[in-house]
């Protein structure tokens, strides 16, 4: 099967549809392709989208000029698809993608209040992102809007949100945030319940915006690595390689594979951490600490690995635009290799544990049902979508280096709760010391890094990767001057706030706290 | 009565205040070891409450005069139901109300003032804890006098210090009624003290939580007492299975020896209970909230098999 085979027959039924597309210029944002549209046929191309079944990867808009250009992507058989449109800053309209994409509501209304692009059929007009910081009328991404801000007044609370109620006799309505009892991000969350079953959950993010897409105009490629390191910060390595895969792909730079090989090792550290780290909390939101204290201390007991090996706990700033910081050195692999090791041997002993004890079975299984036409609707990726039935996974279906030449095993499992996320986790982390363990054996030789070329000036890229959470999609375009124009770095959270509003209809109130974990969305990704 | 006897008395509640946060100092430290932990000092709880005591006590805006008061009063009617329990020795001046129906009631008035409390100040968090602690004792209450009457049947008394002066004076402990009686009141002392697998004390997460939730706005002095009041609970629970259930060691005289005897071995058993405690509760996780129903439905069937058993098998035997 050849890459983007099914490209033609879209591009057939758009013209069924008399939808007039361009191809845009296949350097322009490779390996994905780019089609070129006008602003009234965007709410047709979706809709041809969503029939055809492709998956809907994200939104953002790049002020150029007096106009603004949108870009919507679009994946199907791992191929990524970019529309873009152009729509003038004095009558900012699209169509909505919502009615088709449930999961495109945050990002329109995102669009929207970064950048005053009104979404005509949008079921949901209400602000997102920007709460009461900024005065109506002032659109913080557009080009005469200070990098600096605008004013020097703390933003007051936000308050006067109109969330969606339910009447009823009996319906009561529990707010709970933005400030958690534990050491967490900030979020709002209204739970309309009846005794103790959750009705409708609503989730109030932006409290910890700021400002990334703004700040990360004027940078240079190493500054803007370093901020995409801070996009979320458990998620560092994969947001940092994903800025700087769209950087060097716009640079048109090649990395030496050592330096490749490295990143992925980091990658594949950053998702055993963290899904260790998420299997012991899980287990500690139903009282259960013994797995919590294990999980923990394993978690602990790797971090101090990356230390001593990488020189961060969180492996922050390791990978720099055009390779990696530093050689991997024999005595590395020392460490590492008895490290994995023991890894292996302790979850030889601890997982099954987790798997077979009756009393957390009766606590996680069927709690938190994310239906496979749900998690296809949404889009999600990463161990959401996989515990959901969908397969789906940037290493191996896309398949970027060095991923491309080896073989990446995937988990797909269908029943969709918190069980079920735990054991995707499971098997990534095993999967993950594997890989790391390939990686290590096979190390290439030669430089971990290229020096930067002098200009790169009005370039554009789009970086891929699979972060622990899922696919993340970054979008870097430079200016003339060779710094960054635009910067947008798509979390997958963007769609697993959505999912876990969904997958909490029925639940009852106490159990929120598990679902809530198992998915682990990043507020800081998503407020951006 | 003997002034001896009054001071004997005052001293066993005071004794109560005292080893009550201990306890809970040892089931902390017990659970910290099996989870591979060292765990804080068993002084801990102790060091707690002076710092609590120190610390200012804030209020909430919309709080009333009732949420001032519900923590004295918590604390007292705990305490003073603990103070029934025979601890040392059942020869006490106040051996005359230490009867069950007494203690019932008691915990009942410090528990409606803890949900009150829970309500006073509006937050969704309280009223929710309020709620659900109801829905608990609901079905704990019926459970614990089921359990308490089956002794008090052999003993032709819901007196305790009867129920246990008829137990040292050479009743068979291995009857079928008091096993279930003991496996039901230990299932209600779970329920009521707020440990898992009903209640986790340990939790941050306020949507998950009963008795925590009712004094999330409480700060300072209040706090202290409130959680004094918990830990008072529990030891009287510990207590009243240690001495009913195996009641040697109690001091049948009031000599400083057997009485130093009593204190021995009444600390040993309340050690091995929360040894039980610690592991039931690093074993399992918390259940399902609507699970508890069935939990203490348990309990009550329990403790009315042994009803049953008595009268079936030990009535006229």
């Given at each position: 099967m050849s890459r983007f085979d099914w490209l033609s027959e879209y591009l057939a039924r758009l013209e069924d549809e008399h939808v007039v597309v361009r191809r845009g210029d296949a350097a322009r944002l490779a390996p994905a392709h780019c089609l070129i549209l006008d602003a009234e046929d965007w709410g047709n191309v979706a809709r041809v989208a969503a029939d055809s079944g492709y998956r809907w990867a994200g939104l953002w808009g790049d002020p150029v000029a007096e106009q603004v250009i949108v870009h919507a992507g679009f994946v199907h058989e791992g191929d990524y698809?970019?529309?873009i449109t152009e729509v003038p800053l004095s009558h900012p309209v699209l169509a909505s993608h919502t009615p088709y994409y449930p999961a495109a509501n945050r990002l329109e209304r995102h669009l929207q209040d970064m950048l005053g692009i009104g979404f005509l059929d949008h079921t949901d007009g209400r602000r997102w992102t920007r709460?009461?910081?900024w005065p109506e009328g002032v659109y913080p991404l557009r080009n005469d809007f200070p990098v600096s801000g605008n004013s020097p007044h703390r933003t007051p609370a936000d308050s006067d949100y109109p969330f969606e109620r339910i009447l009823g006799s009996g319906v009561y309505e529990i707010p709970v945030g933005p400030v958690h009892a534990g050491i967490i991000e900030p979020g709002h969350f209204r739970f309309q319940a009846v005794g103790e079953e959750i009705l409708r959950l609503e989730a109030r993010l932006g409290y910890v915006h700021k400002g990334i897409e703004k700040i990360a105009v004027g940078r240079d490629p190493v500054g803007l690595a370093r901020l995409a390191g801070r996009v979320s910060g458990d998620a560092t390595v994969a947001?940092?390689?994903?800025?700087?895969?769209?950087?060097?792909?716009?640079?048109?730079?090649d990395i030496p594979p050592r330096?490749?090989?490295?990143?992925?090792?980091?990658?594949?550290?950053?998702?055993?951490?963290?899904?260790?780290?998420?299997?012991?909390?899980?287990?500690?939101?139903?009282?259960?600490?013994?797995?919590?204290?294990?999980?923990?201390?394993?978690?602990?007991?790797?971090?101090?690995?990356?230390?001593?090996?990488?020189?961060?706990?969180?492996?922050?700033?390791?990978?720099?635009?055009?390779?990696?910081?530093?050689?991997l050195t024999y005595q590395c692999k020392k460490i590492l290799q008895p490290q994995h090791e023991a890894l292996s041997r302790e979850l030889d002993d601890l997982l099954p544990i987790i798997d077979d004890h009756s009393s957390l079975e009766?606590?996680?299984?069927?709690?938190?049902y994310l239906s496979n036409e749900e998690a296809q609707r949404l889009g999600v990726t990463g161990y959401m979508g996989k515990a959901s039935g969908q397969?789906?996974?940037?290493?191996?279906?896309?398949g970027y280096a060095p991923y491309d030449r080896l073989?990446?095993?995937?988990?797909?499992?269908?029943?969709?709760?918190?069980?079920?996320?735990?054991r995707v986790r499971a098997e990534e982390i095993r999967h993950s010391l594997k890989l790391m363990e390939h990686l290590m054996r096979r190390l290439p030789s030669g430089p971990v890094s290229v020096s930067w070329p002098e200009v790169v000036s009005k370039r554009e890229g789009i970086g891929l990767v699979e972060s622990w959470r899922g696919e993340i999609l970054s979008f870097v375009r430079f200016g003339e001057d060779g710094r960054v124009a635009r910067f947008f770095p798509r979390d997958p959270s963007w769609f697993s706030w959505p999912a876990l509003e969904r997958l909490i209809h029925g639940n009852i109130v106490p159990d929120f706290p598990v679902c809530n974990k198992s998915v682990n969305a990043s507020y800081s990704g998503h407020d951006l | 009565m003997n002034p001896v006897g009054w001071l004997l008395a005052l001293v066993q509640a005071l004794l109560y205040i005292a080893l009550a946060p201990l306890l809970a100092g040892w089931v902390r430290k017990v659970k910290a070891r099996l989870q591979n932990r060292r765990g804080a000092s068993l002084w801990q709880p102790y060091q707690d409450l002076y710092k609590l005591f120190a610390k200012e006590a804030r209020m909430a805006h919309t709080a009333s005069i009732l949420f001032r008061a519900a923590p004295y009063i918590v604390f007292v009617a705990t305490w003073l139901a603990a103070a029934a329990v025979p601890l040392l020795t059942s020869d006490l001046a106040t051996a005359a109300i230490a009867d069950v129906i007494v203690i019932a009631g008691l915990l009942a008035l410090a528990r409606f003032f803890l949900a009150l409390a829970g309500m006073d100040v509006g937050t969704a968090f309280g009223g929710m804890g309020a709620s659900r602690e109801m829905f608990v004792s609901a079905l704990a209450e019926p459970a614990m006098l089921m359990a308490v009457f089956t002794l008090a049947m052999t003993a032709h008394s819901t007196n305790l210090s009867a129920v246990v002066d008829y137990q040292l004076a050479g009743a068979n402990l291995l009857r079928p009624s008091y096993v279930f009686a003991l496996a039901g009141l230990l299932l209600v002392a779970i329920a009521e003290t707020g440990r898992i697998p009903v209640d986790n004390p340990t939790t941050h997460l306020e949507l998950t939580m009963i008795h925590e939730a009712m004094i999330l706005e409480y700060s300072g002095r209040h706090l202290a007492l409130m959680e004094w009041a918990a830990q008072l609970k529990l030891l009287l629970y510990g207590v009243l299975i240690a001495n009913v259930f195996f009641p040697w060691g109690i001091a049948r005289d009031v000599g400083a020896g057997a009485l130093g005897l009593a204190l021995v071995v009444l600390l040993g058993k309340l050690m091995l209970l929360g040894v039980v405690l610690a592991v039931s509760e690093t074993v399992l996780a918390k259940m399902r909230l609507f699970r508890a129903p069935a939990f203490l439905?348990?309990?009550?069937?329990?403790?009315?098999?042994?009803?049953?058993?008595?009268?079936?098998?030990?009535?006229?035997?």
């Open positions: 698809l970019i529309l709460h009461r910081a947001h940092t390689w994903a800025a700087c895969m769209a950087m060097e792909r716009a640079a048109g730079l330096a490749l090989a490295i990143r992925a090792i980091l990658a594949e550290c950053e998702r055993v951490a963290n899904h260790l780290g998420d299997i012991g909390a899980i287990c500690n939101d139903v009282g259960f600490t013994f797995a919590q204290m294990q999980f923990g201390r394993l978690r602990e007991d790797w971090l101090r690995g990356n230390q001593s090996v990488f020189g961060h706990r969180l492996l922050m700033d390791f990978i720099v635009p055009g390779g990696v910081v530093r050689n009766d606590r996680l299984v069927e709690t938190g397969d789906y996974d940037v290493r191996r279906d896309h073989d990446v095993p995937s988990p797909c499992l269908m029943e969709g709760d918190v069980a079920e996320r735990i | 439905n348990l309990a009550l069937l329990l403790a009315l098999l042994g009803l049953l058993s008595y009268v079936i098998l030990e009535v006229g035997a």
